[in-house]
């Protein structure tokens, strides 16, 4: 089985400074990692997976996660908030298990807000 | 190419009515699955589908039943409406893939309201 747990379920930054959202897993298995945001009242969007080519995964809007296996981390950074940032951001992680189905777990989501 | 469509956006019920959200792809792919989300719980998977014609239960299947009779549509259905089932509901399908790693894609959401 495999858990997701997301360290801060709110975070407040200043524009223009860093931002860290903090993401823990726990998997039997080699698993995909993403980190996805939802804006108030839209869908889910991708920001960036974790395909094991690379620890450190660029993605949208500058964001950038690095997936540290010995620490089971995959935290999510950007230099330089923006108030467009402003929203919740979700760490997937995903197990693809032998009857064909994928193992999402989602974490419980970290609210982030940008003060001018 | 709309990606993955839900309809409708906006739904309100009364206790014990039954409907059906719908969930349209057209990419082609072959998995797809439910998911609700609730406040401070992320979200859980409903039901999900490998193929036209398999279906399967996730964490949370009371009260809701699907399936699957093409590979572009993924109808939900509830049976009852409880206002336990008060949600957003979303509709994912996954591009899988030796080139792709199991990226979602979701749908806008269905908000549902039971009174």
């Known amino acids: 089985a495999q858990s997701v747990t997301q360290l801060d379920s709110h975070v407040s930054v200043s524009e223009g400074t860093p931002v860290l959202l903090r993401c823990n897993y726990s998997?039997?298995?080699?698993?995909?990692l993403f980190w996805y945001v939802q804006h108030p009242n839209k869908g889910l969007q991708l920001l960036l997976k974790?395909?094991?080519?690379?620890?450190l995964v660029k993605g949208i809007n500058g964001f950038e996660a690095e997936f540290k296996k010995s620490e089971t981390s995959f935290h999510l950074t950007k230099p330089s908030a923006h108030m467009s940032d402003a929203a919740e951001y979700f760490c997937?992680?995903?197990?693809?298990?032998?009857?064909?189905?994928?193992?999402?777990?989602f974490g419980s989501g970290t609210r982030l807000q940008v003060q001018p | 190419n709309a990606g993955v469509t839900q309809t409708p956006k906006f739904q309100v019920l009364k206790t014990g009515q039954s409907m059906t959200l719908q969930c349209a792809q057209d990419m082609n792919h072959e998995y797809m699955s439910w998911y609700r989300q609730d406040p401070g719980m992320g979200l859980r998977l409903i039901h999900y589908s490998v193929g036209a014609g398999i279906t399967d239960q996730g964490e949370v299947p009371n009260g809701y039943n699907v399936s699957r009779s093409t590979t572009e549509d993924f109808p939900l259905r509830l049976l009852s409406a409880a206002p336990s089932q008060t949600s957003v509901y979303f509709c994912a399908s996954i591009a899988t893939g030796r080139r792709e790693v199991e990226t979602q894609y979701f749908g806008p959401g269905t908000r549902l309201l039971v009174l």
């Open positions: 998997s039997s298995y080699s698993p995909s």
């Open positions: 997937v992680v995903s197990v693809p298990l032998y009857t064909g189905r994928r193992a999402l777990t």
């Open positions: 974790y395909t094991s080519a690379a620890t």
